[in-house]
């Protein structure tokens, strides 16, 4: 695949495209491999495995801290109080709503309570919990909106062709998709292009380069949670 030049290399070759396209474009293939994964393709049918769904479900709520951490760093880095408020009421659906989903999944995936606290964790899951841990650190609001952006679009990108088709059973697949296929939710994730695009459109190519490293990071390390969730389930 012939690399992705700098963002304004690219705008003079692709006059209509956004900042935040050019970020997906050099975020390829694994963009494209992780919105057509095989997990959100069962899930928007309703067949994901009850064992890989576990694997998933389970994995992927050691990330709420840190991605809450994240979030709050947005929210303190972002330039003014519009820019805070998007940014606020999705933490307030992250620690209500899909928490909850969360908790009502594993009782009925009958997952212990050990590993709710505390699982053993996939290579994946750790790389990408580090990703949201180094964003987070940064004093850039660009970089957290890079790994937010990335979080949230892609999701929206597999779940929102089966906004009105997803089947109502299992829950656990249904309100997933539900949760990331919202017209509230894809009006959360342009929010965050928009916000992104911004970001970018100012920083100097130093700038550039480093929200482009985190885009492209945060990009590869989805495709491989997917992929992890359908792996050997780990011990314990």
Known sequence: M??????PQHRAAHPDARPTDWLRAAAEPDWGAAVGHRFGRECNAGRVPPEVMRRYLVQDYQFIDAFAALLGRAIHTAPDLPAR??????????CAEENTYFLRSFDALGVAEALRRDPPLSAAARDFRALLREAAASPHHADQLAV??????????????????????PFWCAEWVDLHASPFFEGFVEGLRAALDREVAALDAAGRARVRALFVAAARLERAFFDSAYDEAPPG
């Open 2 to 7: 012939t690399p992705v030049p700098d963002w």
């Open 85 to 94: 408020l998007p940014l606020g009421r999705f933490m307030g659906l992250l």
């Open 148 to 169: 937010l952006c990335v979080a949230e679009w892609v999701y929206l990108g597999w779940a929102r062709p089966a906004r009105d088709t997803r089947p109502a059973e």
